[in-house]
């Protein structure tokens, strides 16, 4: 993906080009951060690449001024979002949500893919730098991933991630167990029966030859049970408090990746039997067997957090960095 001052630079250009930024209109970083939704610093970053490239002319305080040579008896105040603007997805559906709501969800991936390894720092100016936003998103990133519980502070204020230990893992299962199968059973009856028979027919698939299962194909038929199942759910609080308690995914996930599967005909086995509830209508009893699928699995993945626990770090994002 492009850096965000690159898009915000490609875009304020193309809309220069097309007429729907006019010579003389002012530019000034707040605004035009606000408006196309993104945080000022790529703004900046983008706006002085613009002068650069003789798009748009320095206004000292007063910001910019599309053109270059332009005079400031032209100069007009626009505001930009009464403006038609093309905007590229890449921010169009970013628009509306705050800075650090459109940067957490890279930001907690980050933080789950090294916790079961040990204990890493986090360096707010590093995480600033990565994401290209301001210490202010930042403050409140770091806040909220504070509230999951997937970041702490020590004595010193320092922001901490890890280590994921048992109690963790099984703290995570204890919440799990009670909303998933709940949140299953939910959107049952509008589960379409032909997302329900295609999924199964990857499982009976990788039950022919379980032992040969690669980590991608596992990882679409967790997908399809754990995620896209679940995606009719209406209530956003259900939704977000469930995926938050997946942390097995994770694990299982970082274990096949770094050290392989061996035989999965257990797990597979137990999502056949979920899918056959389903595509039977009987709601209760795809969630008795999501109980019990949820319940295996959670050793499955305390025996793998063992064997992680002691593996060497592997690659992390560059503003953690292991200190234990």
Same mark, same amino acid.
């Given at each position: 993906m492009k850096p965000y001052y690159e898009i915000v630079r490609e875009t304020?250009?193309?809309? *220069?080009?097309?007429?729907?930024?006019? =010579?003389?209109?002012?530019?000034?970083?707040? $605004? *035009?951060?606000?408006? &196309?939704? *993104?945080?000022?610093?790529?703004?900046?970053?983008?706006?002085?690449?613009? =002068?650069?490239?003789?798009?748009?002319?320095?206004?000292?305080?007063?910001?910019?001024? =599309?053109?270059?040579? =332009?005079?400031?008896?032209?100069?007009?105040? +626009?505001?930009? @979002?009464?403006? $038609?603007?093309? &905007?590229?997805?890449? !921010? %169009?559906?970013?628009?509306?949500?705050p800075s650090w709501e459109r940067i957490y969800a890279a930001a907690e991936a980050d933080v789950l893919d090294c916790i079961p390894f040990g204990t890493f720092q986090v360096s707010e100016a590093a995480l600033g730098e990565h994401f290209e936003v301001s210490r202010t998103v930042i403050r409140e990133l770091l806040a909220r991933l504070d509230a999951h519980g997937l970041i702490t502070k020590d004595r010193s204020s320092h922001w901490l991630a890890g280590p994921l230990g048992a109690r963790m893992l099984d703290d995570a299962h204890e919440v799990r167990q009670m909303l998933e199968p709940r949140a299953l059973a939910g959107v049952a009856p509008r589960l379409e029966i032909q997302s329900i028979e295609a999924a199964r027919s990857r499982v009976d698939t990788a039950l022919e030859r379980p032992t040969e299962l690669s980590t991608a194909v596992l990882g679409t038929i967790e997908t399809e049970l754990h995620i896209d199942l679940l995606k009719p759910l209406r209530n956003r609080r259900l939704a977000a408090a469930v995926r938050q308690s997946q942390i097995s995914l *994770?694990?299982?996930? !970082? /274990? %096949?990746?770094?050290? %392989? /599967? @061996?035989?999965?005909?257990? +797990?597979?086995?137990?999502?056949?039997?979920i899918f056959d509830h389903l595509m039977l209508q009987d709601a209760e009893g795809a969630a008795a067997a999501l109980r019990h699928h949820l319940d295996a699995d959670h050793q499955r993945s305390r025996a793998r957090l063992k064997v992680l626990s002691v593996f060497d770090t592997p690659d992390v994002a560059p503003y953690l960095t292991r200190i234990h």
């Open positions: 304020l250009a193309r809309n *220069v080009e097309n007429g729907n930024l006019p =010579v003389g209109t002012r530019l000034l970083a707040t $605004s *035009v951060a606000d408006r &196309l939704g *993104v945080s000022r610093p790529p703004v900046k970053r983008a706006l002085e690449l613009l =002068v650069a490239d003789g798009v748009i002319s320095p206004r000292s305080s007063q910001g910019y001024m =599309v053109g270059r040579g =332009v005079d400031d008896d032209e100069a007009t105040r +626009l505001n930009l @979002h009464q403006l $038609s603007l093309d &905007l590229p997805n890449e !921010l %169009g559906d970013a628009l509306g949500q *994770v694990i299982n996930r !970082l /274990f %096949g990746r770094y050290i %392989g /599967f @061996h035989d999965e005909a257990a +797990l597979l086995r137990e999502h056949r039997l």
